[in-house]
Structures are given as structure tokens and as C-alpha cells.
């Protein structure tokens, strides 16, 4: 199976540089590409720092900043990120749980994809 964010990458633009992988340089980056999400995501910061607190490791922000990483990384390629909510739409709409599956599959695997790229 071909590598869905590369091939995005391939046919598309970027609209922005990949940010550095910190709350500052991600929330800037969203600003641009995805400001809808900025809400959720500095939910998500604080919930991460209160977890970490809680825990005392730092494992919640890590985990914060690859998945805003990937987020920024899907919305960056205009097709993608299209491709990627309309997946997560139709799952929601779908009648069958195999048609809500295949929906989800494709959402999953951009998902995927971003994750490895902003890993490196």
C-alpha cells in the first residue's frame, strides 16, 4: 500500500513549512492551516501539562506534541486534510458498521502517515 501523505505530498503544495515540534510553533502553525482546531488543541495542552503533573512524567506532552505534530502535518496539504475529514464524516454518516470501517480506514492511515512523517 502506497504511503497516503507522501503521495499527497507528491501532488500538492504545501501550504506551510513543517513546524518544529513545540506548543508555540505548532499553535502557530494551526493558526494558518487549521484555526477551527486551535480551540481543541490548547484543550488538549493543558490536559496534557495536567497529566504529566499528575504523573509526574513528561510521556502526556510527548504525546501531545506528535499527535498536534501529525494534525498540522495532515491540514498543511489542503487534499489531505480534505480527504482526511471527509473520511471522518462519512463514518459518521455511514448505515453500516463495513461502510463505517472502510471510512475509518483511510482516516486511520493518514493518520498513520503523518504520525511517521512528523516522527521522522
Known sequence: MEDTLSTAAHHAEELIPRPTKTPAALKAALAVVA???????????????????????LTPVHAFLVHWSAMVEIERFPETARKYHRSLYLAQQ???????????????????????????
Open 35 to 57: 484555526p477551527n482546531l486551535l480551540p481543541k488543541m490548547q484543550a488538549d495542552l493543558e490536559k496534557a501539562f495536567n497529566r504529566a503533573a499528575e504523573l509526574d512524567s
Open 94 to 120: 455511514a448505515d453500516a458498521p463495513e461502510e463505517a470501517r472502510d471510512h475509518l480506514t483511510v482516516s486511520s492511515e493518514i493518520l498513520r502517515a503523518a504520525t511517521q512523517a512528523v516522527r521522522g
